[in-house]
């Protein structure tokens, strides 16, 4: 009898760790982003530069420049390098972020201060033979929410 109960608890054991395991995979992937919380102004500070293997070719410490993009609720989207403004729409779809009409980008991260926006070359539709694309990298952008005194 102790030893069934014994086997009993052990396969209930490596069940649970089992179950635990496969809990913790990434669930945001295709998660859905709250809307009203990217509305608003962004700094970028930091981007990530990918070749397509997925090797880091540079990171471009943006901190020094005035570089903003801004979200409004109308769909609205700003951008602005301090000298050349631009003016487009955007549109959020679960976590995949269209600017332009036809840049996607997926939310990788969105708090209340924090936003990190993953463009994918080859999820852009282009081909090896588009001339419209000349640079073939992936980017990583990060922003911190900008909050008016």
């Given at each position: ?46 981007t990530e530069i990918y070749d ?79 001339g419209g694309y000349d640079y ?14």
């Open positions: 009898m102790k030893t069934k109960l014994f086997n009993l608890m052990a396969l209930f054991f490596v069940a649970a760790i089992t179950f635990s395991f496969t809990a913790c995979g990434d669930d945001d992937d295709n998660g859905s982003v709250n809307k009203s919380q990217l509305i608003g102004k962004w700094k970028i500070v930091k397509l293997n997925g090797y880091l070719i540079k990171e471009l410490d943006e901190y020094d420049y005035s570089c903003f993009s801004t979200f409004e609720a109308d769909g609205t989207y700003r951008w602005t390098d301090g000298l050349f403004p631009e003016t487009s729409t955007w549109t959020l779809s679960g976590n995949k972020l269209v600017l332009y009409g036809d840049e996607v980008y997926r939310v990788v991260k969105l708090t209340d201060e924090e936003l990190v926006l993953e463009m994918r070359w080859a999820e852009q539709g282009y081909d090896e033979g588009d073939k990298e992936d980017k990583k952008k990060y922003y911190v929410r900008v909050t008016e005194d």
